[in-house]
T-cell receptor
């Protein structure tokens, strides 16, 4: 299995609070991605990174920001969490740009009350 | 726009073959993928097919690609209880993204 960890694995928070999710990889892959998975929507791309300090938006980026100061870490921040951001968040990595294979982390279940 | 469609549920009896179907929209996609997600876990790449291929076989898995109809299928032979999972079809349309379908939940009947 690709060396990808996500922390925390579960989090419950209240509306309006900031939340940061961390993705850590030990594969030295250039590309990193954040997805959210929701029933009826499948997997949707939030943001991705193609190198240190290089990031771009996905299809559902509103309300989220990201940072990548080191190759191994990709942070996803919800500046002011809302109930619509309750979801399971997955990080993925790939060595090269798509269509290179993406490897997924175990996910973080976030509940916003 | 880019879209990947697949049915949401499939029930199959243990020992039978499972066939999961998918349609995609972008004819320029170079790779098409099948991912498997077991309960509580992330997605795991099962197999992929390059767009210039019609078929790919890997042990119990057979992938068929019909480019004319933009149709992809995954056949699992001799379905086992361990095959119970959500299966995602995905395409790479060539703009630094992979587009995933909503997933097909495969349920195995005893």
């Amino acid at each position: 299995d690709a060396g990808i960890t996500q922390s925390p694995r579960h989090k419950v928070t209240e509306t309006g609070t900031p939340v940061t999710l961390r993705c850590h990889q030990t594969e030295n892959h250039r590309y990193m991605y954040w997805y959210r998975q929701d029933p009826g929507h499948g997997l949707r791309l939030i943001h991705y990174s193609y190198g240190v300090k290089d990031t771009d938006k996905g299809e559902v980026s509103d309300g989220y920001s990201v940072s990548r100061s080191k190759t191994e870490d990709f942070l996803l921040t919800l500046e002011s969490a809302t109930s619509s951001q309750t979801s399971v968040y997955f990080c993925a990595i790939s060595e090269l740009a798509p269509p290179d294979t993406q490897y997924f982390g175990p996910g973080t279940r976030l509940t916003v009350l | 726009g880019e879209d990947v469609e697949q049915s949401l549920f499939l029930s199959v009896r243990e020992g039978d073959s499972s066939v999961i179907n998918c349609t995609y929209t972008d004819s320029s996609s170079t790779y098409l993928y099948w991912y498997k997600q077991e309960p509580g876990a992330g997605l795991q790449l099962l197999t992929y097919i390059f767009s210039n291929m019609d078929m790919k076989q890997d042990q119990r898995l057979t992938v068929l690609l019909n480019k004319k109809d933009k149709h992809l299928s995954l056949r699992i032979a001799d379905t086992q209880t361990g095959d119970s999972a959500i299966y995602f079809c995905a395409e790479a349309p060539g703009d630094d993204k992979i587009i995933f379908g909503k997933g097909t939940r495969l349920h195995i009947l005893p």
